[in-house]
């Protein structure tokens, strides 16, 4: 079953706006990551925090973690058209082998 | 960060023919390596863990008979699509971790059509 679901599905903002999507997921989890996908490209590392964190920051990233209600969310601050993108959380736990299960991604746009 | 490569990353074949598609660390050792299928505007669906020295493991529904995976080096897996069909036409991806529970270091991707 699929571990991550990520909303919206979609986003468009215009540049120098915040650009905020969201992660669900169902079991219990070691980490959650966040990945970045340009159209017909690998995955780029993001941010990786650990379930006993609640907050990170990475440059314009800033992600939580709210292990209670099972969910993360991923926030762009003063985003930039190269920040046009599919992003893509990803947890790992005992329930899935220490596999990396990804959720179904946000499309973001951004207007120049 | 750690490099991944993936070879090749665009490749169109005769349906019924096979298609090799290669991943590598480049600079640190993958004693486990993952492989993935994307379907276009989807996520990324875990097709096998390809563990070195020992054989694949697969997710449900993915035939091994298919989708055959070497990981003979701690630097090189291989995914062999064998007997290609027009519907195995996909984005497939791999990534390899440096040490568990940690990130994931991903290749390029090979878009494979299959006519």
Known sequence: SQQGEEDPQALSIQEGENATMNCSYKTSINNLQWYRQNSGRGLVHLILIRSNEREKHSGRLRVTLDTSKKSSSLLITASRAADTASYFCATDGKAAGNKLTFGGGTRVLVKP | ?115
Not at chain 2, 5 to 20: A, D, E, N, W, Y
Not at chain 2, 24 to 31: E, G, M, V, Y
């Open chain 2, 1 to 115: 960060g750690a490099v991944v490569s993936q070879h090749p990353s665009r490749v169109i074949c005769k349906s019924g023919t096979s298609v090799k598609i290669e991943c590598r660390s480049l600079d640190f050792q993958a004693t486990t390596m993952f492989w993935y299928r994307q379907f276009p505007k989807q996520s990324l669906m875990l097709m096998a863990t390809s563990n070195e020295g020992s054989k694949a493991t697969y997710e449900q529904g993915v035939e091994k008979d298919k989708f055959l995976i070497n990981h003979a080096s701690l630097t090189l897996s291989t995914l062999t699509v064998t007997s290609a069909h027009p519907e195995d036409s996909s984005f497939y991806i791999c990534s390899a971790t440096i040490r568990s529970n940690t990130e994931a270091f991903f290749g390029q991707g090979t878009r494979l059509t299959v006519v």
